[in-house]
């Protein structure tokens, strides 16, 4: 007689030591957050979002696991040929309807004359509050503090402000996230830097997306 086709048993203990060791729960903070980042990937192309309800998604992120109290992100805008502030996060009212106000254009953008700033990793700068134009202190939400002296080299003062740029594939800037008022109030470690910066990186492509539905639409 032919024998009979028993069926592959998988071990029950290697299941449950497998099972147990790569759960889909996220168990602590940095998997949380590649949980939330993998979200922020797929509401990144979901074209029912809009722009402002996609990046007030990224500061919630950002405010939740890299403890910036204070998160401005722009776009470009392809009519004016220049930058806007789109989302304001952790701001009194009439501070973030300043913000809205706001226009840059390329020189203010990428330059150095107006806004001075000491690059911190492949597509952020960090701008100390000593080399910012008096038209930018009525947007603090504390007294300006560009006369107080750093007692230490990493304090992050009133003013300063890291400034995270998105790129297209051409290097053109498609939109910036800008932070400020860490609750440690020092400067953020070197792999919190890397992890915004890919935080940006998945914001440029939401951009682009966006973008071509609307080429498209037009079209």
Not at 56 to 77: C, H, K, P, S, W
Not at 84 to 89: A, G, K, L, R, T
């Amino acid at each position: 007689m032919p024998a009979s086709k028993i069926p592959f048993q998988i071990d029950g203990q290697l299941r449950q030591y497998i099972e147990s060791r790569y759960s889909p729960i996220a168990r602590d903070d940095q998997e949380k957050f590649i949980e939330a980042l993998v979200g922020l990937t797929e509401l990144g192309g979901d074209r029912k979002q809009t722009m402002r309800s996609f990046f007030e998604q990224v500061t919630r992120l950002i405010f939740r696991f890299f403890a910036f109290n204070e998160i401005v992100m722009g776009l470009y805008d392809r009519k004016r040929k220049d930058w806007y502030v789109e989302s304001v996060f952790g701001f009194r009212s009439e501070i973030a309807a300043e913000y809205k106000r706001l226009r840059y254009s390329r020189e203010e953008m990428v330059g150095q004359d107006r806004f001075p700033y000491i690059s911190i990793g492949r597509t952020s700068a960090f701008g100390p509050v000593e080399g910012l134009p008096e038209s930018e202190r009525k947007l603090f939400s504390r007294p300006y503090a560009a006369g107080v002296s750093r007692k230490d080299l990493d304090e992050f003062h009133e003013g300063d402000y890291i400034d995270v740029l998105m790129y297209d594939p051409h290097k053109n800037v498609v939109g910036w996230i800008e932070l400020s008022a860490p609750r440690g109030g020092k400067l953020p470690s070197r792999m919190t830097v890397m992890w915004i910066e890919v935080i940006a990186s998945v914001c440029a492509s939401a951009v682009r997306y966006r973008w071509s539905l609307e080429d498209q639409s037009e079209g």
